[in-house]
């Protein structure tokens, strides 16, 4: 039983590119969540998807982030035009919808962005 | 006002003793609550779910929900220095999947 993976883990970037980073979900789990922490903080919500659809964005979420899950399986995120203030963990969690163990979430090792 | 708060500064507890942590929220609507273990350095680690009012026991953890009160607390029995981390609240507002965090407590066991 492999966990949540996310790729790569480590990612350091000059300000004004583009990142893109890779999660891949526990295998039966229908819903994959993105989040992001930075230090001394709990992970803020950015977006989730349920199977391919995109249900719901953060709207603190800055349109230079987006997501995607083509065939409802692994998931990216892209950031644009990357910022200083970007830099965090990106934390990839996923679930299964319909359970008795309601919306336990589980998360991936993260992808930590520093960005110069 | 946050959604989930977490007020208690660093925990130290010595080895053997029983950590107490406690959590309020702000959604009266919220209906499923957690707690998450989280090493430096590491992801979250999912160690307690609960849904209903009263306690649930896992092992030398029991969390504890009252709704009316917007409170859910973790007790760690039996602390050990492996217990060592910060741990994070969290809490699905009414209606919504996504989870709410609170800023985490750090417990420190000494040996």
């Known amino acids: 039983d492999t966990g949540v993976s996310q790729n790569p883990r480590h990612k350091i970037t000059k300000r004004g590119q583009n990142v893109t980073f890779r999660c891949d979900p526990i295998s039966e789990h229908n819903r994959l969540y993105w989040y992001r922490q930075t230090l001394g903080q709990g992970p803020e919500f950015l977006t989730y998807f349920q199977n391919e659809a995109q249900l719901e964005k953060s709207r603190l979420l800055s349109d230079r982030f987006s997501a995607e899950r083509p065939k409802g399986s692994f998931s990216t995120l892209e950031i644009q035009r990357t910022e200083q203030g970007d830099s965090a963990m990106y934390l990839c969690?996923?679930?299964?919808?319909?359970?008795?163990?309601?919306?336990?979430?589980?998360f991936g090792p993260g992808t930590r962005l520093t960005v110069l | 006002q946050k959604e989930v708060e977490q007020n208690s500064g660093p925990l130290s507890v010595p080895e053997g003793a029983i950590a107490s942590l406690n959590c309020t929220y702000s959604d009266r609507g919220s209906q499923s609550f957690f707690w998450y273990r989280q090493y430096s350095g590491k992801s979250p680690e999912l160690i307690m779910s609960?849904?209903?009012?009263g306690d649930k026991e896992d092992g030398r953890f029991t969390a504890q929900l009252n709704k009316a009160s917007q409170y859910v607390s973790l007790l760690i029995r039996d602390s050990q220095p492996s217990d060592s981390a910060t741990y994070l609240c969290?809490?699905?507002?009414?209606?919504?999947?996504?989870?709410?965090f609170g800023k985490g407590n750090q417990v420190v066991v000494i040996p």
């Open positions: 609960i849904y209903s009012n």
């Open positions: 969290a809490v699905s507002p009414g209606g919504n999947n996504r989870l709410a």
């Open positions: 969690a996923s679930s299964l919808a319909g359970t008795e163990t309601y919306n336990e979430q589980f």
